[in-house]
Each structure stands twice: as structure tokens, then as C-alpha cells.
């Protein structure tokens, strides 16, 4: 099974969970359909266009409404800590989810219950518990911006925000902030990290970089980190090594953006679109 | 033309993110970070001395802000957050070295759009119609919603992040859209 998990910005959703599939520009996750919007949605929309495009099992959604209050990223926490085990994943995704230190480590226990690990991809506010806990080096992936990546690197932050200056100068230095993270402990195996360059680490060293197309405008497009994580997810549990469904994400997410003739006003649902596409340019 | 600007803030630069001293200093804790963010508003508008702070990594519980105040106030501090129903969960000495947020923003110009960046949140908008366009960046659920409630809304009619939002990417986010309305008046 291929797992996503993440809260959708919808006020008083209760937990749901279901096959997604792309309909018609919506993401469907059982019975319901939502709108392929920044953030989670797009996450799994993404990874359910690479899932249809390579004839892959539709993923299992995991999602809960969380506005901020925390009550749905509460509620997925405590799913995943009583059922993770039945469901037996073999590639896990976890997205835009509150960070609380407590309840990250119950689904911590509850992972290490399981017969088998899954792979553990972790991004947004996941990553950020997930690093915050000193448990970055549990997970296979994560999938940071320039500014997660100064966070990551920076051992006494809590939150990207409180990166201190020094590091967030070095913010150009990617190479050098990946080093750190690696150091500190608080980087998983693969770092695939998205900016004008991509950086793909394995183990702490860069295995590659991914420039081109270049796009500089899919930095203000909301989403265009998420999609890639979703399609990581599809990669993974496609067979690909970790960093090669890094590699491969990073430049399918470069060449979607680039069909779609993108402005900073783009939406990342057009985009998504696209990715089919770009599979056949790639 | 992409143009990176961050000179245009250096006067923000010289307060960069950086330890602090802390004698003399309280902590003001909350059991939500929106609790401190209606706090600093609260006691910004008293008139105290007041800055926004990760709590000290024993008392962090995830996303987390809280306040250090002049400890010398506490009860007038204390009075006037439970006054105007805000109370704090507790109110601590400060005894170690406290980290203050980014206020370090980066400005790219992408010709007819510009956009605002703070920590990992960045807002973008139209110079001419003031629209807000994009909203990117941020792990926490409340930033999608606030995307969905600023996309498409001029910058002086937006709902604010800090009165809709809960986590410290809505915190960040609302620096990074303080300082867009700023750059439209300039």
C-alpha cells in the first residue's frame, strides 16, 4: 500500500479515509471530492497522476480538516497510532500536520511495532516535528525548501522561523547547509531539496543536481513543493531507489511547470495537469 | 526581470535572528501558539516591551511561540492578559539564552509581480492592481487555508494572518504580508 496522510483547510472535517483518484480536476478520496489546492491536496494529486500514468495502485488517503486549530492533525495522529499497523504500507508520505512532539512519537512506537518499516517520506509541518524531535534519521526522505533545509541545518531551531541569521545567510550555500544537517543528525537518508537548483543527498553526499528546465517563477507558485513529494511517494513505491525518485520527481516538477507557461500568478493545478505531459517530454 | 533584493531591508538585517541576553527577562507561555500571537497584540497596544521567542527547548511541545517580557511587570502583564481573556499557561524566569525569530526578508522582483519572503513563507502579489497572486512555502495546516482566504484579494482588503491563522508559519507569513502593504505605500 502506498499511504498518504495530511489535513486538508476545511473547518470541521471529520477523519476520512479512502483510494484517491484524480476526477475530473478534483482530487476523490472515497466518496468525497475535493478541490486540487496547495498543500496536501496537491501532494496527492501529484502522486495520483504519476500512480495512473505508470498503472500503479491508487495511494490510500489518510486526511483530516485542520484550519490551524490542530484538531484534525490531532485526529490523524491518533488514527495512525492505533491503526498504522493494520494497514501495512509500504511507502508512507506525511504531509501538512500539526507538529506536536508528543503525538509524533506515539506514530514513532507504532511504526517501530510494525512487522516491516515502511518507507517514511515526511514533509511540511511533518518534517518539521519529525526533525524537532531528533527524529530526523528515522525517516527515508524529506523534501525541504532553501529555508527548511537552513531550519534542518540549524540544531537548535524549532521551526524555520527561528533559524538563526548566520545560517539563513547561507542560504546559497546549499551544499554546505546539507553538510550541517547531515552532521547535526537531523537529515534522513535522501534529501531531496527543491530551489532554483535541486539538491538530491544520499548519506550526506550530493548524488545530483538538477537545474534545468529553469523556472524561477515556480518559487512563488504555492504547491510546487508539495507536488513533488507526492510524486517522490509514486516513485518509491514504483521500485525506484530513493534518490532516483528524487531525481526523476524534480525534473518531471520542473518540466510540468515549463508546459504550463507559468507566471507568478499560476495556480498549482494547472500545473498538475501537466504531468502526464511531462512524462512524455522527459 | 527576476531581481533578488535584500539590501532593500538591511536596517531589519542589524536585528537578525540571534541569541539574546536574558536577565531581568520572564517568559510567557501559552498552550497555543495562537494564544501568543493575540497576546503580543495585547500587550504591544499596553505599551510593554515585548518579543515574540521559541520557548526554551524543555517547554516546546511542537509549534510553539511565546513572549519575553521585562519579569518586572509580571503582574501587571498577568492582569491584563486575563482581563481581556487571553490568560497565559504559566509565566517562567528566563534562565538560559532565548532564540528570536527571522525578521530577515528577501524581495523578488519578478517584473509586473513582486514577492515577500520571511523564514519559509512567501507572499506574492501584483504591483499594479495590489492582488495578492500566490501564497507558498509553510508546513502548517492553517497556511493553505489562509492561501484560499488571501488569493485574489487586494493586500489593503486581505484578512489578516495573524487574526485568521494559529501556527508560526501564519506568524511568518503575516511579516512577510505586513511588509507587502509597507512596500505599497512606499
Redesign the interface.
Known amino acids: 500500500m502506498l499511504l498518504l496522510i495530511g489535513?486538508?483547510?476545511i473547518e470541521g472535517l471529520k477523519l476520512h479515509t479512502g483510494e484517491a483518484t484524480l476526477d475530473n480536476g478534483k482530487l476523490k478520496i472515497g466518496d468525497k471530492r475535493f478541490a486540487v489546492?496547495?498543500?496536501?491536496?496537491a501532494m496527492m494529486a501529484a502522486c495520483c497522476a504519476i500512480c495512473n500514468a505508470y498503472n500503479l495502485d491508487n495511494p490510500y488517503c489518510i486526511v483530516a480538516g485542520?484550519?490551524?486549530?490542530?484538531d484534525?492533525?490531532s485526529s490523524i495522529y491518533n488514527y495512525l497510532k492505533d491503526n498504522l499497523y493494520l494497514l501495512e504500507p509500504e511507502v508512507c508520505a506525511f504531509h501538512?500536520?500539526?507538529?506536536?512532539?508528543?503525538?509524533?512519537n506515539k506514530v514513532v512506537d507504532a511504526i517501530n511495532k510494525m512487522n516491516k518499516k515502511p518507507i517514511l517520506i515526511a514533509?511540511?509541518?511533518?518534517?518539521?516535528?519529525a526533525k524537532?524531535a531528533g527524529f530526523a534519521s528515522f525517516y527515508d526522505i524529506f523534501t525541504p525548501?532553501l529555508?527548511?533545509l537552513a531550519?534542518l541545518a540549524d540544531k537548535?531551531?524549532?521551526?524555520?522561523?527561528?533559524?538563526?541569521?548566520?545560517i539563513?545567510?547561507m542560504e546559497d550555500k546549499a551544499e554546505e547547509l546539507i553538510e550541517m544537517a547531515y552532521k547535526e543528525k537531523n537529515a534522513p537518508k535522501v534529501l531531496c531539496v527543491k530551489g532554483k537548483k535541486d539538491y538530491i543527498s544520499k548519506d550526506g553526499k550530493i548524488v545530483k543536481i538538477i537545474t534545468k528546465p529553469d523556472i524561477?517563477?515556480l518559487?512563488?507558485?504555492?504547491?510546487?513543493?508539495d507536488t513533488i513529494t507526492g510524486m517522490v511517494a509514486a516513485f518509491t513505491y514504483k521500485g525506484l531507489s530513493l534518490e532516483n525518485a528524487s531525481i526523476i520527481s524534480a525534473k518531471l516538477n520542473r518540466i510540468a511547470g515549463k508546459l504550463t507557461n507559468p507566471?507568478?500568478?499560476?495556480?498549482i493545478v494547472d500545473i498538475i495537469e501537466r504531468i502526464p505531459l511531462s512524462i512524455e517530454k522527459f | 526581470m527576476?531581481k533578488v533584493n535584500i539590501a532593500r531591508f538591511l536596517p531589519q538585517?542589524k536585528k537578525?535572528?540571534?541569541?539574546v541576553e536574558t536577565r531581568g527577562k520572564g517568559l510567557i507561555l501559552f498552550s497555543?501558539t495562537?494564544e501568543a500571537i493575540r497576546a503580543e497584540s495585547i500587550l504591544k497596544k499596553a505599551g510593554f516591551d515585548i518579543k515574540m521567542v521559541?520557548?526554551p527547548?524543555h517547554l516546546?511541545?511542537?509549534?510553539?511561540l511565546s513572549i519575553e517580557f521585562n519579569i518586572m511587570e509580571q503582574l501587571a502583564v498577568e492582569r491584563i492578559l486575563k482581563k481581556l481573556g487571553n490568560p497565559p499557561l504559566d509565566i517562567v524566569p528566563i534562565t538560559e539564552k532565548m532564540?528570536?525569530?527571522?525578521n530577515?526578508l528577501r524581495e523578488?522582483d519578478?517584473g509586473?509581480?513582486i514577492?515577500i519572503?520571511?523564514?519559509?513563507m512567501?507572499l506574492?502579489f501584483?504591483k499594479e492592481t495590489k492582488i495578492i497572486?500566490?501564497?507558498?512555502?509553510?508546513?502548517?495546516?492553517?497556511?493553505?487555508?489562509l492561501?484560499?482566504e488571501m488569493i485574489g484579494k487586494k493586500l489593503e482588503e486581505a484578512p489578516s494572518p495573524r487574526e485568521l491563522?494559529?501556527?508560526?508559519?501564519?506568524?511568518?507569513l503575516n511579516v512577510s504580508f505586513e511588509n507587502a502593504k509597507k512596500w505599497i505605500e512606499r
Open positions: 489535513t486538508l483547510p489546492i496547495r498543500g496536501t491536496p485542520d484550519i490551524g486549530a490542530g484534525g492533525s501538512y500536520i500539526k507538529p506536536v512532539l508528543v503525538a509524533h514533509d511540511a509541518g511533518y518534517m518539521y516535528v524537532m525548501d529555508g527548511e531550519f537548535e531551531s524549532p521551526h524555520p522561523f527561528y533559524t538563526r541569521g548566520f539563513f545567510h524561477p517563477v518559487e512563488a507558485i504555492g504547491g510546487t513543493g507566471t507568478p500568478a499560476t495556480q | 527576476l538585517l537578525k535572528n540571534k541569541k497555543e495562537s521559541a520557548p527547548y516546546r511541545k511542537g509549534c510553539d532564540l528570536e525569530p527571522v530577515i523578488t519578478y509586473k509581480w514577492m519572503r520571511t523564514a519559509n512567501k506574492t501584483d497572486v500566490n501564497i507558498s512555502g509553510g508546513g502548517c495546516p492553517d497556511v493553505p487555508y492561501a484560499n491563522g494559529y501556527t508560526v508559519c501564519a506568524y511568518a
